[in-house]
């Protein structure tokens, strides 16, 4: 797509608006589509005023914005006004989440309520303001309340530490992810143990000298059980001996069904893992197969009841609305599969075509863009069951994201039983304290800097390169 821009706005945010309408887009001089869009933005009579006009094959569709000048935000939303006016005028109907491009749409929320509006002030602003629909504003004002509590055990000393197992047993089709499942990569497990539990050392180290508790560990990935059980333990050894006190929340990210088995989760139990996740992503054995998973429905239940037995404070499941070969009987059918077993979060996600997985090369070679999906089909019925089930269930909806090509623009939303929300996913979706993160892929976010912006530090993406540095 070709953007012309006129006036004091981002292109990137203009692409971000585009992406919107049409999921999956390129931009740039390089390739794309034959669409174009053209934003001109000025202020007149005290007013931003922003014109959009949206060109597809035959079609042209135009919109106008306006925002009172003089507010920070006002080019960016007369902008936003204007392209979803044409687009929702070629398109045939209005995204749910209006002009909402960003992958943390709670932060916005949440400065609201920190400026004393109510959660019903919220839902309305969200909907005049930046078009967003009320059901999705609701649910966001719904997470602003839940996330309350957690924003106070954010304290100023406070951290938590991440540690990465960039490792699968297979790929998953629509993974991006820069994790390693061919036995190639599997072998460099050892090296990367090696250096992981020094890094671990130097992660805690560091907490300390900054002055920070941590409160929270998270052991993600990939799959961080693809680690035999011995080399898990060595893993958690490091983690544990550097903890002075036991955190309120110690995570590892079981993920794959097919790699947990009793002695991995008693070996997690005895060095004081309080949460666990165990994803069946759908409950549907030709889906798993399809979609390049491993285990089986079978293999899910069996995992999650030894993860029961072994005692968990917390077991999540992650599940995946708009998969390929899904459909609403049979999402909803799995939502009351996993309703049934009572894990204390859920995690339901839109399923989001990544641009370097296997499913957007297949598409990409054949010629189709048909992975990508603006209206969704039948997905936001599925997304909109999962929010009334669990909702119904007594789950409440503790924090959320998106990410740009989800199927419908739709949201990803963690749920909990009361009493069970984990902090870290609240922790860093909002940025609330210090990450301190090892392993390759891993970044560091340091929050607490003198004029509050946010330090990454990027650890090597690739493992080779994270093992490279080993010898600097
Ligand atoms: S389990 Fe997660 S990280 Fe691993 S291949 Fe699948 S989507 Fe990617």
Redesign the pocket.
């Known amino acids: 797509m070709k953007i012309e821009i006129n006036g004091n706005v981002g292109r990137t945010y203009c692409e971000n608006l585009s992406l919107i309408f049409f999921p999956g887009e390129k931009f740039g001089a390089s390739g794309g589509s034959d669409r174009t869009l053209r934003v001109s933005v000025y202020t007149e009579c005290g007013s931003v005023r922003a014109e959009a006009v949206l060109i597809s094959g035959d079609k042209t569709s135009r919109g106008t914005g306006f925002f009172p000048a003089g507010d920070g935000r006002a080019e960016k939303i007369a902008v936003g006004r204007a392209v979803l006016e044409a687009g929702t005028e070629m398109l045939g109907s209005a995204p749910p989440w209006g002009i909402l491009t960003g992958v943390r749409p709670a932060k916005i929320s949440n400065s609201m309520a920190a400026a004393g509006m109510t959660e019903s002030e919220i839902s309305a602003k969200l909907q005049d303001i930046y078009s967003v629909a009320p059901e999705k504003a609701l649910l966001l004002a719904c997470v602003t309340e839940e996330e309350k509590d957690v924003s106070l055990i954010a304290e100023k000393d406070t951290c938590s530490v991440y540690v990465s197992i960039?490792f699968?047993p297979?790929?998953?089709a629509?993974?991006?992810?820069v994790?390693y499942?061919t036995p190639r990569y599997l072998s460099l497990i050892p090296d990367y143990v090696e250096r992981l539990l020094v890094d671990i050392d130097a992660a805690f180290r560091r907490a300390d000298s900054d002055g920070k508790r941590v409160i929270s560990v998270y052991i993600g990935?990939?799959?961080p059980t693809v680690l035999e059980a011995k080399t898990l333990d060595r893993v958690l050894e490091a983690v544990e001996k550097n903890l002075v006190r036991r955190p309120l929340e110690f995570t590892v990210e079981a993920?794959?069904p097919d790699t947990v088995d009793r002695q991995k989760l008693e070996i997690m139990r005895s060095h004081g893992v309080t949460r666990v996740s165990i994803?069946p992503q759908i409950l549907d054995d030709g889906i798993l197969r399809g979609i390049?998973?491993r285990h089986t429905v079978a293999d899910f239940f069996n995992a999650y009841s030894l993860a029961k037995q072994a005692g968990f404070e917390t077991v999540n499941t992650d599940l995946i609305a708009g998969l390929p070969g899904s459909d609403r009987n049979i999402f909803d059918d799995t939502l009351r599969g996993i309703i049934e077993l009572e894990p204390e979060n859920v995690t339901v996600h839109t399923f989001c075509v990544k641009k370097s997985s296997f499913i957007a090369g297949k598409a990409a070679e054949d010629g189709t863009d048909g992975v990508y999906s603006y209206s969704g089909g039948d997905t936001p019925l599925c997304v909109s069951d999962s929010q009334k089930m669990l909702g119904d269930a007594g789950y409440r909806p503790y924090y959320i994201y998106r990410q740009k090509n989800a199927r419908g623009n739709l949201e990803n939303v963690g749920f909990s039983k009361p009493g069970h929300k984990c902090l870290y996913n609240v922790f860093i979706m909002e940025e609330l304290h210090n990450i301190y993160a090892c392993g390759a892929g891993a970044v560091t976010k340091i929050t607490d800097t003198p004029d509050g912006r946010i330090i990454r530090e990027f650890a090597p993406k690739y493992t080779y390169e994270y093992l490279d540095r080993k010898n600097d």
């Not at 629509?174 to 992810?177: H, I, K, L």
């Open positions: 960039p699968c297979t790929r998953c629509y993974c991006s992810f994790s499942s990935g990939g799959t993920g794959r994803n390049g998973r």
